[in-house]
């Protein structure tokens, strides 16, 4: 009796771990994939999209559709595709959405809804709006103008039973960590500040999140690019030929951008300089070059970061080391909006930066 009632606590006890470890993996949901690349990026591993056929992401009257099938079971959800009405079913925990081709009328949980762009069929693959989709099933989307990247993002949260279990622990862990952290910050603002800056160019916000990410890591200062004409949504435009990206990019004498200011505090300072930006066209956007030609980084150790969710960092760094022309400048690496302290933090100390 006891080693039948051993066995039975063993089994017991290996579901609950294995429960555990499906809750804890589940926290946090990040896909990624760029218009005209057959590949996605699913919690930071590349799979693709619709695997042996390489079908990419189109934008059809401003909108993205999709080969819909892996990204929403990715997302956890599940699809199916009725031949004879040409309809799709999405289903996803509770929630259903219904998209037939060629209609702009979509059902969430039967509830109509009208769509810009009506589903189609291209190369044989059914194609279905994205951001209708997943903002229905409450996940958040962000689109990268100019990667043209498509970010969809999920938090989970874990059970009520888990969380009331674990809250006490984290509080405590969380008050130990700011204390720690504001004794670390007391330490630091006694002495001359930090020694590490970090400089960006962000278009539309993405590669500003990310410097925010490395300078909080880092205990880092910021510095923005600012170009003195701003981009706006149309000049940021790729598949314009008239737009000012586009303008620039077939004349690169067009390319010399006037910034805000080219000058940063105290910057003498510093001896590890990081320095981000999109990626436009395989290099790094163009008003980075600006900053960078303008200044000396004689002593400096610099590392470039680019974002981008699909396109890696090029030729962007080392041409951007030759307009330089001064400073130690290191290998750079491609980040993405889903980058964490914790991913930073591990890259510094590769780099031997503490």
Same mark, same amino acid.
């Given at each position: 009796?006891?080693?039948?009632?051993?066995?039975?606590?063993?089994?017991?006890?290996?579901?609950?771990?294995?429960?555990?470890?499906?809750?804890?993996?589940?926290?946090?949901?990040?896909?990624?994939?760029?218009?005209?690349?057959?590949?996605?990026?699913?919690?930071?591993?590349?799979?693709?999209?619709?695997?042996?056929?390489?079908?990419?992401?189109?934008?059809?009257?401003?909108?993205?559709? #999709?080969?819909?099938?892996?990204?929403?079971?990715?997302?956890?959800?599940?699809?199916?595709?009725?031949?004879?009405?040409?309809?799709?079913?999405?289903?996803?925990?509770? &929630?259903?959405?219904?998209?037939?081709?060629?209609?702009?009328?979509?059902?969430?949980?039967?509830?109509?809804?009208?769509?810009?762009?009506?589903?189609?069929?291209?190369?044989?693959?059914?194609?279905?709006?994205?951001?209708?989709?997943?903002?229905?099933?409450?996940?958040? #989307?962000?689109?990268?103008?100019?990667?043209?990247? #498509?970010?969809?993002?999920?938090?989970?949260?874990?059970?009520?039973?888990?969380?009331?279990?674990?809250?006490?622990?984290?509080?405590?862990?969380?008050?130990?960590?700011?204390?720690?952290?504001?004794?670390?910050?007391?330490?630091?603002?006694?002495?001359?500040?930090?020694?590490?800056? #970090? $400089?960006?160019?962000?278009?539309?916000?993405?590669?500003?999140? $990310?410097?925010?990410?490395?300078?909080?890591?880092?205990?880092?200062?910021?510095?923005?690019?600012?170009?003195?004409?701003?981009?706006?949504?149309?000049?940021? &435009?790729?598949?314009?030929?008239?737009?000012?990206?586009?303008?620039?990019?077939?004349?690169? &004498?067009?390319?010399?951008?006037?910034?805000?200011?080219?000058?940063?505090?105290?910057?003498?300072?510093?001896?590890?300089?990081?320095?981000?930006?999109?990626?436009?066209?395989?290099?790094?956007?163009?008003?980075?070059?600006?900053?960078?030609?303008?200044?000396?980084?004689?002593?400096?150790?610099?590392?470039?970061?680019?974002?981008?969710?699909?396109?890696?960092?090029?030729?962007?760094?080392?041409?951007?080391?030759?307009?330089?022309?001064?400073?130690?400048?290191?290998?750079?690496?491609?980040?993405?909006?889903?980058?964490?302290?914790?991913?930073?933090?591990?890259?510094?100390?590769?780099?031997?930066?503490?």
């Amino acid at each position: 009796m006891k080693k039948i009632l051993s066995i039975f606590m063993a089994v017991i006890l290996v579901l609950s771990l294995a429960v555990c470890g499906s809750a804890e993996e589940a926290e946090n949901f990040v896909l990624t994939m760029q218009i005209g690349s057959s590949t996605m990026t699913v919690n930071g591993t590349e799979t693709e999209i619709d695997e042996g056929r390489d079908t990419t992401p189109v934008i059809e009257n401003e909108r993205t559709l #999709v080969p819909i099938r892996a990204i929403i079971e990715a997302m956890g959800g599940s699809v199916n595709w009725d031949s004879e009405t040409q309809t799709a079913e999405l289903t996803y925990n509770d &929630d259903t959405i219904l998209l037939t081709i060629d209609s702009t009328t979509a059902y969430f949980n039967d509830t109509a809804s009208e769509l810009d762009t009506a589903p189609v069929i291209m190369n044989g693959r059914t194609m279905l709006p994205i951001r209708f989709i997943a903002e229905s099933f409450e996940f958040d #989307v962000e689109w990268e103008v100019e990667s043209q990247t #498509v970010i969809i993002r999920k938090a989970f949260e874990n059970s009520e039973e888990e969380s009331s279990e674990e809250q006490p622990e984290e509080a405590a862990q969380k008050e130990e960590t700011a204390a720690a952290e504001a004794e670390e910050e007391e330490d630091t603002s006694s002495e001359d500040g930090s020694n590490i800056l #970090v $400089v960006y160019y962000s278009a539309t916000g993405t590669t500003e999140g $990310v410097a925010n990410v490395i300078a909080e890591a880092l205990g880092a200062d910021l510095f923005e690019i600012e170009p003195a004409e701003v981009y706006t949504d149309d000049d940021l &435009d790729y598949n314009d030929d008239e737009s000012r990206v586009s303008c620039e990019y077939a004349d690169e &004498d067009l390319r010399d951008i006037e910034l805000v200011s080219y000058d940063v505090e105290n910057w003498d300072t510093y001896d590890t300089v990081f320095i981000g930006y999109p990626i436009w066209w395989g290099i790094a956007a163009w008003p980075t070059s600006s900053f960078v030609s303008a200044n000396d980084f004689t002593g400096k150790t610099v590392i470039p970061f680019c974002t981008s969710a699909s396109s890696g960092m090029g030729s962007s760094g080392s041409r951007l080391e030759e307009a330089a022309g001064t400073g130690e400048w290191l290998d750079g690496q491609r980040l993405t909006a889903g980058t964490t302290a914790d991913d930073i933090t591990d890259w510094a100390s590769e780099l031997g930066i503490n």
